[in-house]
């Protein structure tokens, strides 16, 4: 797997960002069967960045803590069967690698969040990657079966990783 992360803030944590965003989407990946060694770009921004981008490209103008921007479209979450039909569109001729998407995280909403849900800038962290990771492989949470559904896998990561609400 590669990935690619850009922090546009000055901000920084108390734990490597690269090191917990890598573990989290490997698990992701794992967990989800992708048969395909992946690609994602993750970028930290502030709420500013990410008003910006939430009012660009879905017509919501305030601040958000994670935006998902899939590269793959599936006929069910998780589904890879087809994406070698849509080769063109889903590899990087390059590396071979599926581009999966990116993923844009609100440092100053992982830092508000971690406070407001009384757990550790780490675990809010993971939790946004792994959020986002789930939308980058076909889930979604609108209806509240599909929530139910996000939820648990969210928990599961963050559980394979030891990452809980006490860190």
């Known amino acids: 797997m590669t990935f690619y992360v850009e922090n546009e803030t000055e901000e ?11 573990m989290v989407m490997e698990i992701v990946l794992e967990s989800e069967g992708c048969p395909y060694e992946a690609q994602v770009n993750l970028v930290l921004t502030d709420n500013e960045g990410i008003k910006s981008c939430n009012a660009e490209f879905r017509g919501i103008d305030k601040e958000t803590d994670v935006l998902s921007f899939p590269n793959v479209e599936y006929t069910a979450p998780a589904d890879f069967s087809h994406l070698e039909e849509d080769a063109a569109d889903c590899f990087d001729p390059e590396s071979g690698e599926l581009l999966l ?25 993971a939790f946004l990657v792994a959020h986002s990771m789930l939308h ?4 979604d949470h609108m209806e509240k079966e599909e929530a139910t559904v996000m939820e648990k896998k969210q928990e599961e990561v963050l559980k394979t990783l030891g990452i809980t609400r006490e860190d």
């Open 101 to 125: 998407g990116d993923i844009m995280i609100s440092v100053e909403k992982i830092k508000e969040q971690a406070v407001s849900f009384n757990h550790s800038e780490k675990r809010e962290f």
């Open 136 to 139: 980058l492989c076909g889930y």
């Open 12 to 22: 920084s944590f108390s734990f490597d960002i690269k090191e917990i965003a890598g």
